[in-house]
């Protein structure tokens, strides 16, 4: 790869907590297929990664000595045969590499960076700005994260493939996600930010939207509700007579079917095939119908979940992983030969052929979806025949 990665944010919001949770879980900080690692060369205070430490306060150690490595003449002791490949990582560059007036002298410690690549040296530069750093270093930045507060009181990160020396006004033609701390990598270094994180308000669309996506499916049900009650008014008494013709065509004679049925009932009947699923039961085989099946909808990352993805009807899909829920957030969902495309004509229809009565509302937006008597439900043919009464009540 060997290439300059640049890490921004205002002081708390978890640049360096982000480095070393990329120290910790990316595949280049790994020992090889024989056990090797790359040296790594930081100044990142309390690491308890492998790893070199450097000194970046010129006050302290403008020079390397035998005993210490200073950042300040990296550009002698990295080209050094056993350093090569290695990993560079600098918390608060700009103290190594800062801003300097346009048309001075280029530093020695700058210019070595325009070769860094035939060493095959991989840098990481972490500052609150990209504008403290050295115009030289920016331009040869390859990626460049920046860690922000959004409106919901959450952090996002911003991605870009060339450094932003202005992350707030590029923000638009960044890639944008929400960013979660690691908390797992609190105890592998020392930072003010561990105490520092996150302070920020939420805001009250953080708490209000998840409420407001639950009951949008409750709204459009009992629209549907309404919608048929209001079309079954409507009908005509001819309108009525042919669903009652289908309904007699399609159940036989109540009377006739009793002493059919009585004479072929047995015990087994009555047992349900899944325990505690009581429209399971084998008596009830011919007229049980699977109406509609589980797809993604939409995936929500952040929280105490993680990261969840939901079905049409908002019930959380537990079969989805939580890595493949964070490729959905992150890549989009991908597409779904099975969703038809006219939806309202579905509902208009299905509007007017309403039952009198009552429907139990749902997230999906639909009546109540069971094994027994859905198929009926929808029709607007409340179910007998077989006894009991009819989910819902009369209007």
């Known amino acids: 790869m060997a ?202 669309w953080f708490y209000a939207l998840p409420v407001i996506i639950l009951l949008i499916p409750l709204f459009v049900g009992l629209s549907y509700k309404m919608l048929g009650s209001y079309g079954k008014k409507q009908e005509e008494p001819a309108a009525q007579e042919s669903a009652a013709t289908e309904q007699q065509a399609v159940l036989p004679d109540k009377t006739e079917g009793e002493s059919v049925n009585n004479g072929n009932l047995t015990a087994d009947m009555f047992v349900p095939t899944l325990p505690e699923k009581p429209e399971s039961k084998p008596i009830y085989n011919g007229v049980r119908q699977v109406r509609t099946f589980e797809y993604i909808a939409g995936c929500i990352e952040g929280g105490r979940t993680g990261c969840t993805c939901y079905s049409h009807q908002g019930t959380a899909l537990k079969e989805v992983t939580e890595l493949m829920c964070k490729d959905y957030v992150k890549n989009g969902l991908p597409f779904n030969p099975y969703k038809e495309e006219s939806q309202g004509q579905e509902v208009q229809q299905s509007a007017q052929q309403h039952s009198d009565r009552a429907q139990v509302a749902t997230l999906g937006g639909k009546p109540q979806q069971n094994l027994m008597y859905d198929n009926w439900e929808e029709r607007g043919k409340p179910f007998e025949g077989i006894g009991g009464g009819v989910v819902g009540s009369a209007n």
């Open 3 to 204: 290439e300059i990665c640049l890490i921004t944010g205002t002081p708390g919001s978890g640049k360096t907590l982000k480095m070393v949770s990329m120290m910790a879980n990316d595949e280049m900080f790994k020992p090889d297929e024989n056990g090797v690692r790359r040296k790594v060369f930081t100044n990142i205070k309390g690491l308890k990664i492998p790893h070199t430490h450097i000194e970046t306060d010129a006050k302290k150690l403008p020079k390397s000595t035998d005993e210490q490595l200073s950042a300040h003449d990296m550009y002698e002791w990295i080209k050094k045969p056993e350093n090569v490949g290695a990993i560079v990582i600098v918390d608060e560059a700009q103290d190594v590499w800062p801003a300097r007036s346009a048309g001075s002298k280029i530093p020695e410690n700058v210019q070595w960076l325009n070769t860094h690549r035939h060493q095959g040296i991989d840098i990481f530069v972490l500052t609150q700005g990209p504008k403290l750093l050295d115009q030289n270093l920016r331009t040869l930045v390859k990626r460049h994260y920046h860690i922000a507060a959004n409106k919901m009181g959450l952090r996002t990160l911003l991605e870009w493939k060339v450094c932003a020396d202005d992350p707030v006004k590029m923000a638009s033609s960044a890639f944008s996600s929400i960013y979660t701390l690691d908390k797992k990598v609190y105890d592998l270094y020392e930072s003010a930010e561990i105490h520092t994180v996150n302070k920020v308000k939420r805001s009250k």
